[in-house]
């Protein structure tokens, strides 16, 4: 006699929900471990990117015995034919170190002889490629992009006329008044008398706190007495969250940022719920919007004047962080970041 097939007995709904909530609860536990792997991966590749930045400031330094400044002439006694940081503008230094940084060919179709000023706009700014008639400004570069950053896009123009630049040259711990109208003084800076020219506005050593000033200065190694290791040459920077940051990686007044504000102080950027209020949390607020952040948690990455790259938590004892801005304040800052 044949056998009978097995008989074959279905799922019952109360197997189908466990088997559900099992498997919720596996995506539920995966989901965190796959997010953090992700904000790892990007958060190195933010760091990847500054450590290119900091190579790009040795080559130039190598090649110039300087590091790359922001504008060109301060003033017309600086150029001695009467243009000045605002009409004679050759850009930020990132426009410096295009060719650093594998740019070249952009660089090239520059005219870094052009001095006019047209319509509010210095005329270098306003340049356009011949090549694909987009304006430079337009041009995103990604290794200006931090890939945790939230930006809509690459291209990102939070403010409709300017690619993005999540970082910024260091003025340290520099005088930074706030608009008298903002109702916050908290982080002035300045605290070892070295950088006492409101904003980094000059174009001299004397008054400047950190490797960069605002105006058209910068500094040699030499001017780095605390030594290069010790002393912050760029930092992260969220754009949306500053004032002057909105004008992007080419334009000569954009990145001038300070240590006076503490890392990630928390900001009402642009069309942000609060945005339009005052105080410290402003976005105009100069001395905490002007001020080093990212999106990684509990901190910011930073490229040192050797070239290294350093993740500064954002709990830093704040006069160690001064000192860390500063480059020749003298002190010794002691054991921080991830060293």
Same mark, same amino acid.
């Given at each position: 006699?044949?056998?009978?097939?097995?008989?074959?007995?279905? %799922?019952?709904?109360?197997?189908?929900?466990?088997?559900?909530?099992?498997?919720?609860?596996?995506?539920?536990?995966?989901? +965190?471990?796959?997010?953090?792997?992700?904000?790892?991966?990007?958060?190195?590749?933010?760091?990847?990117?500054?450590?290119?930045?900091?190579?790009?400031?040795?080559?130039?330094?190598?090649? %110039?015995?300087?590091?790359?400044?922001?504008?060109?002439?301060?003033? !017309?006694?600086?150029?001695?034919? !009467?243009?000045?940081?605002?009409?004679?503008?050759?850009?930020?230094?990132?426009?410096?170190?295009?060719?650093?940084?594998?740019?070249?060919?952009?660089?090239?179709?520059?005219?870094?002889?052009?001095?006019?000023?047209?319509?509010?706009?210095?005329?270098?700014?306003?340049?356009?490629?011949?090549?694909? #008639?987009?304006? %430079?400004?337009?041009?995103?570069?990604?290794?200006?992009?931090?890939?945790?950053?939230?930006?809509?896009?690459?291209?990102?123009?939070?403010? #409709?006329?300017?690619?993005?630049?999540?970082?910024?040259?260091?003025?340290?711990?520099?005088?930074? +008044?706030?608009?008298?109208?903002?109702?916050?003084?908290?982080?002035?800076?300045?605290?070892?008398?070295?950088?006492?020219?409101?904003?980094? $506005?000059?174009?001299?050593?004397?008054?400047?706190? #950190?490797?960069?000033?605002? !105006?058209?200065?910068?500094?040699?190694?030499?001017?780095?007495?605390? !030594?290069?290791?010790?002393?912050?040459?760029?930092?992260?920077?969220?754009?949306?969250?500053?004032?002057? *940051?909105?004008?992007?990686?080419?334009?000569?007044?954009?990145?001038?940022?300070?240590?006076?504000? +503490?890392?990630?102080?928390?900001?009402?950027?642009?069309?942000?719920?609060?945005?339009? *209020?005052?105080?410290?949390? $402003?976005?105009?607020?100069?001395?905490?919007?002007? *001020?080093?952040?990212?999106?990684?948690?509990?901190?910011?990455?930073?490229?040192?004047?050797?070239?290294?790259?350093?993740?500064?938590?954002?709990?830093?004892?704040?006069?160690?962080?001064?000192?860390?801005?500063?480059?020749?304040?003298?002190?010794?800052?002691?054991?921080?970041?991830?060293?």
């Amino acid at each position: 006699m044949s056998k009978s097939p097995r008989s074959r007995r279905a %799922f019952t709904l109360v197997e189908l929900l466990v088997v559900i909530a099992i498997i919720g609860i596996l995506v539920a536990m995966l989901l +965190p471990a796959l997010q953090a792997a992700r904000a790892a991966a990007r958060k190195a590749q933010c760091s990847n990117h500054l450590k290119q930045i900091g190579i790009a400031l040795q080559n130039y330094h190598e090649t %110039f015995n300087m590091l790359p400044m922001n504008g060109n002439y301060f003033w !017309g006694h600086q150029s001695h034919n !009467g243009w000045t940081w605002y009409t004679a503008s050759h850009g930020s230094i990132f426009v410096k170190l295009l060719p650093q940084m594998e740019y070249g060919t952009m660089w090239d179709k520059m005219n870094m002889r052009q001095f006019c000023w047209v319509n509010g706009q210095a005329c270098f700014e306003e340049q356009i490629d011949p090549d694909t #008639g987009k304006q %430079f400004r337009t041009m995103y570069i990604p290794t200006l992009l931090c890939p945790a950053a939230n930006h809509p896009g690459p291209e990102d123009d939070i403010w #409709g006329h300017s690619a993005a630049c999540d970082y910024a040259p260091s003025l340290g711990s520099q005088a930074t +008044p706030a608009p008298g109208w903002m109702y916050c003084n908290l982080y002035y800076g300045n605290f070892f008398g070295g950088g006492f020219w409101g904003h980094g $506005n000059w174009f001299k050593s004397e008054g400047i706190s #950190g490797c960069f000033a605002r !105006g058209s200065w910068a500094a040699r190694f030499r001017d780095i007495t605390d !030594g290069t290791s010790n002393t912050i040459a760029i930092g992260e920077i969220l754009p949306h969250k500053m004032d002057h *940051g909105r004008n992007g990686w080419l334009h000569f007044n954009s990145l001038w940022v300070s240590t006076a504000g +503490p890392i990630n102080f928390p900001v009402f950027g642009w069309q942000e719920r609060g945005y339009w *209020g005052r105080g410290c949390n $402003n976005w105009q607020n100069w001395q905490t919007s002007q *001020g080093f952040k990212s999106t990684h948690r509990g901190g910011a990455q930073f490229a040192m004047a050797d070239g290294s790259t350093q993740f500064i938590t954002d709990d830093i004892d704040y006069m160690t962080y001064q000192r860390l801005g500063d480059r020749h304040d003298g002190e010794a800052v002691g054991r921080w970041g991830n060293k």
